[in-house]
């Protein structure tokens, strides 16, 4: 019997992203034999396209919730599949109905679960792993537990880390609009003192020459700014800037708050997948 195909995109040793095709027995064995050939695998899917998921993306929220809904039904008795159809019965969402509609139909297809789960739910990549630990120890029910909890804890420091910033990001962007409102419209105004005066100070001539590049090249900056951010949004989305906007957090001025978050989960998780039984590599 030929074994499946999988499609995997991963790092290389330099830092380079490379893809292709393997064969193996599941997700987690092509996972351990990217990690063989020295890559680092970033995702595995079962045939398909590479880096595409079927299901619908539900949020890491819904996504927390299915988890631990899932981990307690099977804690109270419920098989995977009674577990997946009650709550694709009683799911608010519908997008979290059709995710658990595909699970449901993939697992009982006979597609092992771990896999199954990596290709619905692209919002937790760390969580096939962990449900392959709980079903090879007989603790399903805890690992799926275990998954809910790693996401409501990532949930919980986003969250924590916006309300920090939202403050200093108004404040910003009222001082930025402030300054343009006063460049703009004010400065203007005053622009007969600066003739009449014989030797004004430096600091407004250069305030005068900034108004006056942006009063000329207003329309211009009205086009130019929107465009590059939507060209930077779309090099963000296709994983152009990662690497540059991770290196600047990590090495940057914010380097202290940044790496002790960044490795206190990283620690976090690996201790989690060790002590639920996944292999080191």
């Known amino acids: 019997m030929t074994a499946p195909s999988f499609r995997y995109t991963a790092f290389d040793a330099q830092g ?9 027995s599941n997700a987690l064995d092509a996972s351990s034999q990217l990690c063989e050939r020295g890559l680092l695998p970033i995702q595995v899917r079962a045939g398909g396209s590479v880096g595409r998921t079927r299901g619908a993306r539900i949020g890491a929220r819904r996504c927390a919730d299915l ?3 899932l981990g307690m039904l099977l804690g109270a008795g419920a098989s995977i599949t009674a577990a997946l159809s009650i709550v694709r019965q009683q799911a608010e969402s519908p997008a979290l109905s059709r995710v658990a509609a595909e699970l449901e139909r993939e697992i009982t297809s006979g597609r092992p679960m771990a896999e199954a789960f990596s290709i619905a739910l692209a ?5 096939p792993g962990l449900l392959a630990a709980g079903e090879a120890s007989g603790d399903l029910g805890g690992a799926l537990r275990h998954a809910s909890e790693q996401l409501q804890r990532d949930i919980k420091l986003r969250d924590d ?4 910033l ?27 003192l600066l003739s009449q005066s014989p030797d004004p100070p430096v600091f407004l001539q250069a305030m005068f020459a900034l108004s006056a590049v942006l009063k000329s090249g207003g329309a211009i900056l009205l086009v ?9 949004l779309i090099a963000a989305r296709q994983g152009l800037l990662a690497r540059t906007f991770e290196a600047f957090m990590l090495d940057g001025p914010f380097r202290k708050v940044v790496s002790a978050v960044v490795y206190g989960r990283f620690g976090g998780l690996l201790g989690r997948l060790l002590s639920a039984g996944v292999p080191a590599p």
């Not at 380079?16 to 193996?24: D, E, F, I, T």
């Not at 130019?224 to 930077?232: D, I, R, T």
């Open 224 to 232: 130019a700014g929107p465009a590059a951010f939507g060209v930077l």
């Open 67 to 69: 988890l631990y809904d």
């Open 161 to 164: 880390l916006w309300s920090a």
């Open 166 to 192: 939202s403050y200093p990001l108004f404040i910003l962007g009222a001082s930025v609009t402030a300054l343009l409102v006063l460049l703009i419209v004010v400065v203007p105004a005053l622009a007969p």
């Open 16 to 24: 380079r992203k490379v893809a292709g095709v393997l064969s193996a």
């Open 123 to 127: 919002d937790a990549p760390f969580v």
